[in-house]
């Protein structure tokens, strides 16, 4: 079975910073995937923030941009969100995802093939 784990999450000021992790495990096939880190709010759609695309092209929503770094290490089947100078606005419940296909950095929902399961980070003013 197919798991994503997350964990880095937690509570931090405003210009602070955190590293997200997530660990695949329990899959077997050598075809690379498409990472991603999505954002939630409650009330609102989960929003992709970073992208890791299955030709290792790296791509970032403008609200990130500049602050958030995106990277994999293979060995260790982890992806990691790096997050520096961190904004109140920030604070959210951030997932991993990864896919076969290439995911967009729009609204991501069920037909995204794994997800974790969701680490929330807040971040005070």
């Known amino acids: 079975q197919v798991q994503l784990s997350e964990s880095g999450g937690g509570s931090v000021q405003a210009g602070g910073s955190l590293r997200l992790s997530c660990v695949l495990s329990?899959?077997?096939?050598?075809?690379?995937?498409?990472w991603a880190w999505f954002r939630q709010v409650p009330g609102q759609d989960r929003q992709g923030i970073a992208r890791?695309?299955?030709?290792?092209?790296?791509n970032y929503a403008d609200s990130v941009k500049g602050r958030f770094a995106i990277s994999h290490d293979n060995a260790k089947n982890t992806l990691y969100l790096q997050m520096n100078n961190l904004k109140p606005e920030d604070t959210a419940m951030y997932y991993c995802?990864?896919?076969?296909?290439?995911?967009?950095?729009?609204?991501?929902?069920?037909?995204?093939?794994?997800w974790g399961q969701g680490t929330q980070v807040t971040v005070s003013s």
């Open positions: 329990g899959y077997a096939i050598s075809s690379p995937l498409c």
């Open positions: 995802a990864a896919d076969p296909n290439n995911m967009g950095l729009g609204v991501g929902g069920p037909w995204i093939r794994y």
């Open positions: 890791i695309s299955t030709d290792g092209t790296i």
